[in-house]
């Protein structure tokens, strides 16, 4: 063959010395993840518009850290096949050979298996028969491959510095130029921080009094402040959850209810940023609460992923392969990039700490008690077990009502006590820095989750009470009575008017609905308040299919006594919530359920002509505490 002869060259000795092969190596690494972070950036919106739902985000930082990491795995593929090489006196030609089919692979196999369009068995048979392909095509052109790849390295790393460069200038002058915007904040402008404990159910509270002791300090918070014992979540899962409580409007009405938040409603960090406060965001739940989603709309500086080294890796490509592998062989004790509460903290205090001295504004997310990323810190995993705990269940598993998930749920309980500690962190490192003075903290939950409950495990799947009843507790509020609970049922859409009048600045109609603070100024409850409503929508995708939304969307309604749950094909359900907490008896077909349940429909409905932009003054009266009293259930200006 000729390229055998020509090997007995000097000249060619020299193409094929290991550098050569290096440059070879980076340089393909840098094409590969290059194509990478187009295809996961630049795809993104495609991505989700064709798929309806997609669970992964990316971010502008993908252009530069993804060619930057396939570059680098790239090379140390090389270097470990030369080590192989040696060892085993493999010819120089073969060598080359041996090492662009390999990268090749990688190459292919990467590209395929970000499409989610394949099994990952079949992204490797394709990827190889591609990789043999390409190889052929080498053999007849390795030298000019060999003479391109130094040119082609220096490109890249030149690439990676200036895309680096820029994206990060960029967005450090965006937040810099929105500061320098600011107005001159009121005199005495209290700080607020809202913490929001990602998938926790208000009934493993110790401060909602839950057997356990998984949060004395919210106990204390409360006892020094007011809770609301019913608050109610928009939303069974975070991303529509999370925009409510930003907004202050239903999901049908903010319309961020699969992928992206689309920021037709300004959010309360706007009006916050409009009172001259420095505005932050920082989240542990990366995929939903994130930049990626809209959420950063009024926040100056919103930190989610590429937090910490291995967040970065975590976003790229490779990342998410050895993350995948990580999670099955360590049933996700172990996850790259995972942020703790501890770590929401510390992003949250390093950028106060830098930030100029202004009255703030924070919302911070703490992730650990959410399944999908179930790693507590490892000394709170065991607290509420005395046997080592078995694998987390994964998927598929059944359940019901007769056999909850323990295990789940005694790991859900110790990442409280873990979440509890955290928020005590947070306040009492602001009070070293002597920010506690003027402070408020406001603690809630974006949904609960089950355990096997009706069935089900985890969330985003029904609007059950489990799924809908949060924690939602006020602590240093100016004129905040202590030790108040009030039992009325309440929407998280009312966080950023009562956020507003906190500051002191809450100018009608900025948000619709109501302020909170009007049941502290009034003692503890009102005469009428706006029935809570909730919404799902339907998810008709592969693997969601024992899900109650798969075959159409959800939503409920909440009284002081009944909660309504409607299926837009399946039609309503009707729970007494006081007694029935665990929605076990459906009272929907008995007499005074029917017609109940025909008022509660209306109201629903009345609700959805609201969120079409008329107004809703749907308000219910408190019922007697009695199933035959059903009738005197009157909705006021249901016209
Ligand atoms: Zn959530």
Not at 69 to 84: D, I, K, N, R, T
Not at 109 to 137: H, K, M, N
Not at 294 to 303: I, K
Not at 617 to 638: K, L, Q, W, Y
Request: proline share 6%.
């Amino acid at each position: 063959m000729k390229v055998t002869s020509d090997l007995q060259g000097g000249k060619l000795e020299e193409d094929f010395r290991f550098r050569s092969l290096l440059f070879l190596a980076l340089s393909m690494g840098a094409i590969t993840g290059f194509l990478e972070g187009i295809g996961f950036y630049g795809g993104q919106a495609g991505r989700w518009a064709g798929h309806g739902f997609f669970e992964s985000t990316a971010q502008p930082a993908i252009l530069y850290l993804s060619p930057l990491v396939a570059l680098l795995v790239s090379g140390g593929v090389a270097l470990a096949l030369q080590l192989g090489f040696l060892a085993f006196g493999v010819a120089k030609l073969t060598r080359a050979r041996l090492l662009f089919g390999v990268l090749c692979f990688i190459a292919f196999f990467d590209w395929l298996w970000l499409t989610r369009s394949f099994a990952t068995y079949g992204a490797v048979i394709l990827a190889l028969g591609l990789a043999c392909a390409a190889e052929r095509w080498f053999r007849r052109h390795w030298r000019r491959a060999l003479e391109v790849a130094p040119k082609l390295f220096a490109a890249s790393v030149a690439y990676i510095c200036v895309a680096a460069l820029a994206i990060n200038y960029f967005a450090w002058r965006q937040e810099n130029s929105a500061r320098a915007a600011l107005p001159t904040a009121a005199a005495g402008a209290p700080n607020i921080v809202l913490v929001i404990l990602d998938t926790v159910r208000a009934d493993h509270l110790s401060a909602y009094g839950y057997e356990r002791k998984t949060t004395p300090y919210l106990e204390t918070l409360a006892a020094e402040g007011t809770a609301f014992d019913n608050a109610v979540a928009p939303s069974s899962w975070t991303f529509p959850s999370h925009v409510s409580i930003l907004t202050g409007r239903y999901p049908r009405e903010h319309g961020a209810v699969l992928n992206g938040f689309d920021g037709r409603y300004a959010t309360v960090a706007s009006a916050f940023e409009r009172l001259g406060y420095i505005t932050g965001g920082f989240s542990g739940n990366m995929d939903w609460f994130s930049s990626a989603r809209g959420m950063t709309g009024g926040f100056q500086h919103f930190e989610d992923g590429f937090w910490s080294v291995g967040a970065m890796f975590a976003e790229t490509g490779y990342g998410q392969l050895v993350n995948q592998w990580l999670g099955w062989a360590t049933n996700n004790r172990i996850v790259l990039g995972y942020k703790r509460a501890r770590d929401v903290n510390r992003t949250a205090l390093r950028w106060l700490d830098a930030a100029p001295k202004r009255p703030f504004f924070l919302v911070l997310n703490y992730y650990d008690a959410n399944a999908g990323g179930a790693v507590p810190e490892p000394g709170f995993r065991n607290l509420f077990s005395s046997v080592p705990l078995p694998p987390p269940a994964r998927g598929d598993t059944e359940f019901s009502p007769a056999h909850i998930d323990k295990p789940r749920s005694n790991e859900y309980d110790g990442a409280l006590v873990y979440m509890d500690n955290c928020v005590r962190e947070l306040v009492e490192a602001l009070r070293q820095r002597g920010l506690a003075d003027n402070l408020t903290v406001v603690v809630t939950a974006d949904h609960g989750d089950l355990f096997g409950e009706h069935g089900l495990q985890g969330h985003r799947n029904a609007l059950y009470w489990d799924l809908l009843h949060v924690p939602l507790i006020f602590w240093g509020s100016p004129g905040l009575p202590r030790g108040l609970r009030v039992e009325r049922p309440v929407s998280l859409v009312s966080l950023p008017a009562t956020l507003l009048e906190t500051a002191g600045q809450n100018r009608a109609g900025q948000f619709p609905a109501p302020s909170l603070a009007q049941f502290w100024k009034a003692g503890g409850d009102l005469p009428a308040w706006p029935l809570p409503i909730s919404e799902l929508a339907q998810m008709p995708y592969p693997g969601l299919e024992k899900m109650p939304n798969y075959s159409g969307s959800l939503s409920a309604i909440v009284t002081p006594r009944w909660l309504l749950i409607d299926h837009s094909v399946n039609g309503p359900t009707l729970y007494d919530w006081t007694v029935d907490p665990e929605n076990l008896h459906d009272l929907s077909s008995t007499a005074d359920g029917e017609s109940l349940s025909g008022t509660l429909m209306g109201c629903l409905k009345v609700r959805n002509v609201e969120l079409r932009g008329a107004s809703c003054p749907t308000e219910v009266s408190r019922e007697p505490n009695s199933a035959a009293a059903a009738e005197s259930f009157r909705p006021i200006g249901d016209q």
